[in-house]
């Protein structure tokens, strides 16, 4: 079973950075594609960004794309958003999970999901 842990949120004021991460406490995460994905409030959850088990493939929401990447620590198992230029409306609770296929972009393949962590950035 994985597990997805995320950790790295916290208050940022417009411009500054954040880095996220997931790691799991079940199951590594190597072998499975990762997800990155943000619920504001009121709003329904939306993808960030998604890699491959292979790091080989990684896509972007368009309104992210530039400022956030998506890695992988593959000693440490660990995966990590690296969130640049931040603004307002990046605002909300990001989730990790991971779904079962090496490589995905369907939100609903993403089986495996962690307790979220909540990012704000204030204008």
């Known amino acids: 079973q994985v597990q997805p842990v995320e950790s790295g949120g916290g208050l940022v004021q417009t411009g500054g950075s954040l880095r996220l991460s997931c790691a799991s406490s079940g199951r590594a995460l190597n072998r499975f594609g990762v997800g990155w994905f943000r619920q504001a409030p009121g709003k329904e959850r939306q993808t960030v960004a998604v890699?491959?088990?292979?790091?080989?493939?990684?896509d972007y929401a368009d309104s992210v794309r530039g400022r956030f990447t998506i890695s992988r620590d593959g000693a440490k198992a660990t995966v990590s958003l690296q969130m640049d230029n931040l603004k307002p409306e990046d605002t909300g609770v990001y989730y990790c999970a991971a779904s079962e296929r090496n490589w995905t972009t369907q939100k609903d393949e993403y089986v495996y999901w962690g307790q979220g962590t909540q990012v704000t950035v204030s204008s």
């Open positions: 890699i491959s088990a292979s790091e080989a493939f990684r």
